[in-house]
């Protein structure tokens, strides 16, 4: 088996400042490159069909009354574009063993990246806040979460990451990049590029690093937060029948929530000597495979949505 090794990398190293960076990708041979690409080829495909399909029930269905389900159409549009944003540049850095990235581009992935991951934070914590009112407070549930607020809820999960992001990018781009431009990654993720600086970079990873709690840590206390009332709330049900209805609701939320945040915690428990690799392994899973697991998770056990599917296939066979 072939060995690969930076010292295979072109020599790209100079002391002006760099207008390119090298993304070396998995270093791995030939043959299981080949292998990699169409795995992850049909993994993108199923992962566009299967959110798409979510997208198209909710839009066109009785679901589209229910703020759930159009957030959960959010949700799924924030995946499709966040694998979008990797995926394809990915698969060609598997078949050409690396690529060149403009820097430009690669700041432009880095800050779409941003932007559709803490989306799906802010609405993960909306879906929570949503069970919530419809468990805790079923009688006013209609009048508080109307048209108005479940509209102003996307809004702000879209508008508020947008903003931290674009802070954080300002901040990145103001550095002097003028060492190796090469990213051992298979995209442009924050870390690798702070790496191609030449300045001094300590204050700008204290402001992503706090930009990037925040956008990941409050989401995660409004859904601990929302589910302590939930789970409290549930508990004073008398019948075990209305206690399994009301978790039933919030099984698939909580399914979505579990994977997302579990990727994130165990980037922060790899042991530094392994950091590259391991990251590559977890940026893989919440970049290309829990975007194509979410859907599953979502209509295996969804009454709603599996009723809507029935009633499309029917209309559609019916003559």
Same mark, same amino acid.
């Given at each position: 088996?072939?060995?690969?090794?930076? $010292?295979?990398?072109?020599?790209?190293?100079?002391?002006?400042?760099?207008?390119?960076?090298?993304?070396?990708?998995?270093?791995?041979? $030939?043959?299981?490159?080949?292998?990699?690409?169409?795995?992850?080829?049909?993994?993108?495909?199923?992962?566009?069909?299967?959110?798409?399909?979510?997208?198209?029930?909710?839009?066109?269905?009785?679901?589209?009354?229910?703020?759930?389900?159009?957030?959960?159409?959010?949700?799924?549009?924030?995946?499709?574009?966040?694998?979008?944003?990797?995926?394809?540049?990915?698969?060609?850095?598997?078949?050409?063993?690396?690529?060149?990235?403009?820097?430009?581009?690669?700041?432009?992935?880095?800050?779409?990246?941003?932007?559709?991951?803490?989306?799906?934070?802010?609405?993960?914590?909306?879906?929570?806040?949503?069970?919530?009112?419809?468990?805790?407070?079923?009688?006013?549930?209609?009048?508080?979460?109307?048209?108005?607020?479940?509209?102003?809820?996307?809004?702000?999960?879209?508008?508020?990451?947008?903003?931290?992001?674009?802070?954080?990018?300002?901040?990145?781009?103001?550095?002097?990049?003028?060492?190796?431009?090469?990213?051992?990654?298979?995209?442009?993720?924050?870390?690798?590029?702070?790496?191609?600086?030449?300045?001094?970079?300590?204050?700008?990873?204290?402001?992503?690093?706090?930009?990037?709690?925040?956008?990941?840590?409050?989401?995660?206390?409004?859904?601990?937060?929302?589910?302590?009332?939930?789970?409290?709330?549930?508990?004073?049900?008398?019948?075990?029948?209305?206690?399994?209805?009301?978790?039933?609701?919030?099984?698939?939320?909580?399914?979505?929530?579990?994977?997302?945040?579990?990727?994130?915690?165990?980037?922060?428990?790899?042991?530094?000597?392994?950091?590259?690799?391991?990251?590559?392994?977890?940026?893989?899973?919440?970049?290309?495979?829990?975007?194509?697991?979410?859907?599953?998770?979502?209509?295996?056990?969804? $009454?709603?949505?599996?009723?809507?599917?029935? $009633?499309?296939?029917?209309?559609?066979?019916?003559?």
């Amino acid at each position: 088996m072939e060995e690969f090794t930076l $010292q295979h990398l072109p020599d790209i190293r100079n002391d002006s400042s760099i207008e390119n960076v090298f993304i070396v990708g998995l270093r791995i041979h $030939q043959s299981y490159r080949l292998v990699l690409f169409g795995l992850f080829l049909v993994t993108y495909a199923m992962t566009l069909t299967c959110n798409l399909l979510i997208i198209l029930l909710v839009s066109f269905s009785k679901l589209s009354h229910s703020p759930m389900y159009v957030f959960l159409s959010n949700l799924s549009l924030a995946e499709i574009l966040l694998t979008t944003n990797i995926v394809p540049p990915m698969l060609h850095v598997l078949l050409r063993n690396g690529i060149y990235f403009s820097l430009i581009g690669c700041f432009t992935q880095l800050f779409l990246f941003g932007v559709f991951l803490v989306t799906e934070s802010f609405l993960l914590s909306a879906m929570s806040y949503d069970r919530f009112l419809a468990i805790c407070k079923p009688l006013h549930y209609r009048l508080i979460m109307g048209p108005g607020l479940c509209i102003c809820l996307i809004l702000v999960c879209w508008a508020l990451p947008t903003l931290l992001m674009s802070i954080a990018l300002g901040f990145v781009t103001t550095l002097d990049f003028c060492r190796d431009n090469i990213i051992d990654h298979f995209y442009c993720d924050v870390i690798p590029i702070l790496k191609l600086s030449c300045s001094d970079t300590s204050s700008v990873e204290i402001l992503v690093s706090s930009l990037s709690s925040a956008a990941s840590v409050f989401p995660l206390h409004v859904i601990i937060a929302t589910y302590g009332f939930i789970i409290r709330a549930i508990n004073k049900i008398s019948s075990s029948k209305g206690k399994e209805k009301a978790f039933s609701t919030c099984s698939s939320h909580l399914g979505v929530v579990s994977t997302y945040y579990a990727t994130m915690i165990m980037v922060y428990v790899v042991p530094p000597g392994h950091f590259v690799i391991m990251n590559k392994v977890l940026s893989l899973l919440y970049s290309v495979i829990t975007p194509l697991v979410n859907p599953f998770i979502y209509t295996l056990r969804n $009454q709603d949505i599996n009723a809507a599917i029935r $009633q499309t296939l029917t209309s559609l066979t019916r003559p």
